[in-house]
């Protein structure tokens, strides 16, 4: 695992969604509520520019028929194309866990700069 460094902790303020380019790969850094996470700018569904999606809860259903309950965590990531949605955390669909992921990496802010590890 290699250590790329991609810019500064100001270059990523909080509600920020940045494309940075990891060697040579598109990869999307998001800040929320000051947490960092890196994930691979490419939908495992149909190849969607997947970072380009909203950053948001999601909907789950209850126990009763045609109830919804708005759950603000864990955030996701919803594509643009076809709206499958990530856990921000590992890259995991919502929909098939087990087996439809998006890569994510290892994101640190080291003495002010935010690094990722590919
Ligand atoms: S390409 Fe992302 S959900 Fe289809």
Redesign the pocket.
């Known amino acids: 695992m290699q250590r790329h460094v991609v810019g500064d902790r100001a270059d990523f303020p909080p509600g920020s969604s940045t494309l940075v380019d990891v060697n040579g790969r598109s990869v999307g850094v998001f800040n929320v509520d000051g947490a960092l996470y890196a994930l691979r700018n490419v ?1 495992p ?4 520019p ?1 970072c380009l999606g909203t950053v948001t809860g999601r909907m789950a259903l209850t126990t009763a028929p045609h109830r919804y309950e708005y759950q603000a965590e864990p955030k996701v990531l919803r ?1 643009p ?4 949605e990530f856990d921000l955390r590992d890259g995991r669909s919502m929909l098939k866990p087990e087996s439809l992921r998006v890569r994510s990496y290892r994101i640190e802010i080291e003495r002010g700069e935010v690094v990722v590890y590919a």
Not at 45 to 48: L, T
Not at 81 to 84: E, I, L, T, V
């Open positions: 939908c569904h149909h190849g969607a997947l594509c194309w076809h709206g499958y």
